[in-house]
């Protein structure tokens, strides 16, 4: 309600200060060239308020234009529906408001006069509802297409835009497959966040045997965050994740995540002993809470195994040795969760010892200032923030993260300073493309310029360490084949593969969103055209097999290519010769033609092969969105082909 009053106010303000000033001036003709045009009093009266009109809207609409280029606020964006509905109600309230002044007192107000106010009381109804109206609108939009008539078509909504699978969340260097499952309201954050400490092992290897860093201090400052993030955020977000995804149940879980992201504001503020000891309270509290409700919902096994270390942590009697729940004695285990999750009350002998142990890693991760020299801590607050929908917080988290970080680090940063920059920049770019999905058409452009600026810093410094192999970035010699077996013998293959994979994704989104830039055109044209070429061409061999197949990849970026091939086209229709462009449309299309053959039959056997319960059948699937996708690009291509 309030951005649409305050758009009201402006607006009504603005019209009123042009009627005081006498704009435009009072005058009852207006010249055309050699013809005089005159207006009546009624006409001119109706004439001139129609200008102060177009002079408030051009105002109005010039400062939100501003906002948007210069300093684009999420208010703004997303109460924009609202803010407009504000400025049109402005000047048309101002208009029937001098009518009724300027009624003589004595009679009665005119039929026009009547049902303008009842308009104007329902016109501020609609605006004054929030997003509802948005919503609303976009809906009816939705149904109504465009309007065709009398010689005239007019189209009421966007040319719809396909979702390309390789804009899909970035996958992480170092990280396995998350959840199947990404729930609309929340996104792959708690995935993320339940991978932390394996994140932590993986920068160990890379620093350790990549880069030749063993320094017992780095060393000892890494043990100590994967102990802390194998005590406080490994074991409910896993248990929270497998409930996640054996059942969709995005609400409850987003509830129980709300205390963490409390916490994780309060750990910058730590400074004694005991709000050490009552934040670790708080933490193992709600470990138990959560356990004893998931635990009486009577979940799966496979939610039975991911909530194993978190039973472990609050009631160790209830695990054997063998990390397997006492089939026998399942009361017993609802008591001690219980007891363990009241509020009030003295704690048991586990929880006092987890209490403890949280407690001293506090202390080590205060007192080795992890806050600010590793990634760990803000990589885990983003992932919790970017769960519950929060995009624009987590975004701040990384960005004040790296800002610090380079400060500190100056134009020289070491090897290990760079490395947390990239994983940084990575789990940055993840949940960035996450965000634009969401927000499809509605992105904003500061935002898309935001992403691609992070992922050209990002590409930038994998292209740096895997330029140091002969093998990895080599090209292909041109021709259409897919990926064979990798032939490499670097020492550390298997780290640079993972690296390979995470730099090709991130130039191919980098790609993607070019692409989709408003200012393609203008600014992006040639370079998208040949930094596609290149990836077309690159050795896709040593990519690992995991999150995608190599095969998978390679007709994703022949996707991209064909779809740059239709932009491009498009876009110099007026300077490209015809031998040009036919070469082109050939090249997309002999590109799609192999992309849709290497696709057909994984996307086949994926839809038809799928069973068990209904979320795992209706996860998505790449090799089905890969096939999808082509099939839309080749509709463009067939449809610039015609033009042609």
């Not at 402005?90 to 106010?117: D, M, Q, S």
């Not at 932390?196 to 990549?210: A, C, K, M, P, Q």
């Not at 064909?562 to 997309?588: F, G, H, P, W």
Request: charged share 20%.
């Amino acid at each position: 309600m309030q951005p649409f009053i305050l758009s009201a106010a402006l607006s009504f303000l603005i019209y009123e200060i042009l009627v005081y000033v006498d704009v435009p001036p009072r005058r009852s003709w207006f010249r055309v060239g050699n013809v005089n045009v005159t207006f009546d009093e009624r006409s001119q009266k109706w004439a001139r308020r129609l200008l102060k009109v177009l002079f408030t809207l051009a105002i109005v609409f010039g400062i939100l234009f501003l906002h948007e280029v210069i300093a684009p606020f999420d208010q703004i964006t997303r109460d924009k529906t609202n803010i407009v509905l504000g400025f049109l109600f402005g000047p048309l309230f101002a208009i029937w408001l001098n009518a009724v002044f300027n009624h003589p007192p004595e009679k009665p107000l005119t039929r026009g006069l009547a049902l303008g106010g009842i308009g104007l009381i329902l016109f501020c109804l609609i605006g004054s509802a929030g997003n509802q109206t948005s919503r609303l609108i976009e809906q009816l939009t939705r149904k109504i297409s465009g309007f065709k008539g009398f010689g005239v078509e007019l189209s009421l909504s966007e040319p719809a835009r396909k979702r390309d699978p390789s804009q899909g969340a970035l996958p992480l260097s170092g990280s396995t497959g998350g959840s199947n499952f990404e729930s609309n309201s929340g996104s792959a954050g708690i995935s993320y966040a339940s991978q932390l400490v394996e994140i932590v092992r993986r920068d160990r290897s890379y620093l350790t045997d990549l880069f030749g860093e063993t320094s017992p201090q780095l060393l000892t400052q890494l043990d100590r965050a994967e102990s802390l993030a194998n005590l406080a955020v490994a074991p409910p977000m896993q248990c929270l994740s497998g409930w996640l995804e054996a059942t969709a149940d995005a609400v409850y879980v987003n509830s129980m995540l709300a205390p963490f992201v409390t916490a994780f504001r309060q750990v910058t503020t730590i400074e004694t002993e005991e709000q050490r000891k009552r934040l670790s309270r708080m933490f193992i509290g709600h470990f138990a809470r959560i356990a004893s409700n998931i635990e009486s919902f009577g979940p799966s096994p496979d939610v039975e195994a991911a909530c194993l270390p978190l039973l472990k942590l609050i009631c160790p009697d209830s695990v054997d040795k063998d990390n397997s729940m006492h089939v026998d004695n399942r009361a017993d285990l609802m008591v001690c969760l219980g007891r363990a999750s009241r509020e009030h009350g003295p704690e048991g002998k586990a929880e006092e010892d987890a209490i403890a142990a949280l407690s001293v890693k506090l202390s080590d991760f205060a007192s080795d200032n992890a806050l600010e020299t590793r990634p760990y801590f803000a990589i885990a607050h983003a992932s919790l923030l970017a769960q519950l929908g929060q995009y624009a917080a987590a975004a701040a988290v990384f960005d004040d993260w790296l800002t610090k970080q380079q400060k500190r680090a100056g134009s020289a940063p070491n090897k290990v300073e760079r490395w947390f920059e990239i994983r940084m920049r990575s789990m940055f770019a993840a949940y960035f493309e996450e965000w634009l999905l969401k927000l499809s058409n509605s992105t904003p452009t500061a935002y898309r310029n935001e992403h691609l600026r992070n992922m050209d810093l990002l590409r930038g410094s994998l292209r740096d360490i895997l330029s140091a192999s002969s093998t990895l970035l080599k090209e292909t010699g041109g021709g259409l084949k897919q990926p064979g077996p990798c032939t490499s013998s670097d020492k550390n293959l298997l780290l640079l593969r993972r690296l390979l994979g995470t730099y090709v994704t991130t130039e191919l989104t980098h790609i993607q969103n070019r692409l989709h830039h408003w200012e393609y055109p203008k600014y992006y044209l040639e370079t998208t055209d040949t930094d596609i070429e290149r990836l077309a061409r690159l050795d896709l061999s040593c990519l690992p097999s995991a999150p995608q197949a190599p095969s998978l990849v390679y007709a994703q970026i022949l996707d991209a290519y064909a779809l740059n091939a239709v932009q491009y086209v498009k876009t110099k229709k007026d300077t490209l010769d015809s031998q040009e462009k036919s070469a082109r449309i050939k090249r997309a299309t002999s590109a799609l033609a192999y992309a849709l053959e290497v696709t057909a039959k994984p996307a086949q056997d994926d839809l038809s092969t799928r069973t068990g319960p209904f979320l795992r059948r209706v996860s998505p699937s790449d090799w089905v969105s890969a096939s999808e996708s082509l099939k839309q690009t080749r509709t463009q291509l067939e449809g610039l082909s015609n033009d042609e």
